[in-house]
């Protein structure tokens, strides 16, 4: 790796482009506006696989460099076949990995190299609003919980803070946290 690169990369964020695109961003904020999307389909019993799609965002269609798919199911316990990870685990799944992009981010934008960022979460969920054996339950999560151990070359603090910002900015954390409108199309055949 060349000396420059080693400069602009911290923490495997290329720093000189994170910064490159708030700034183009800031001139033109009609850049900033994405739309991602995904299509699913059902496989069987409590199996269904999505596929991850193009997406657009910075002014055109954008394409992934990977072919995404990704199964779900419910374990056995819950009548499915433990095909995947059920719904409510990709939503753990996604504001873990949500929080820990963030905090990379952020610490590699202060200047601070990171040597671990580890993280467990949880999510309490009392199946009867589900099972429609209680309306006062709701159906999804009661509560969730993650803790973060973080180790990096800046005091306590700093690392605390980073934590913050990762979590005053993570888009997943602001869908869980607040009320998104989802609207629900049906056609039959």
């Not at 973080?150 to 954390?173: K, Y």
Request: aromatic share 6%; net charge negative.
């Amino acid at each position: 790796m060349s000396e420059t690169m080693e400069a602009t990369v911290r923490n495997g964020v290329p720093v000189d482009q994170l910064f490159g695109t708030i700034n183009v961003v800031k001139s033109q904020r009609e850049l900033a506006a994405f739309q991602f999307r995904a299509s699913n389909q059902w496989v069987n019993g409590t199996h269904s696989r999505t596929m991850i799609e193009d997406f657009t965002g910075a002014g055109g269609v954008q394409q992934h460099g990977t072919e995404f798919v990704l199964d779900a199911d419910h374990p056995a316990v819950l009548c499915g076949e433990d095909n995947g990870p059920s719904p409510v685990e990709y939503l753990l799944h996604a504001l873990a990995t949500c929080l820990t992009a963030g905090i990379a981010n952020v610490a590699a934008a202060r200047g601070i190299e990171l040597t671990s960022v580890e993280s467990r979460i949880e999510g309490d969920m009392d199946l009867q609003g589900i099972l429609g054996l209680s309306d006062e339950v709701r159906n999804g999560y009661q509560a969730m919980r993650i803790s973060f151990v973080v180790e990096g070359d800046a005091p306590a603090e700093q690392l605390e803070a980073i934590v913050a910002q990762s979590q005053a900015r993570s888009a997943v954390f602001d869908v869980i946290t607040n009320q998104v409108p989802v609207s629900i199309d049906v056609a039959t055949k």
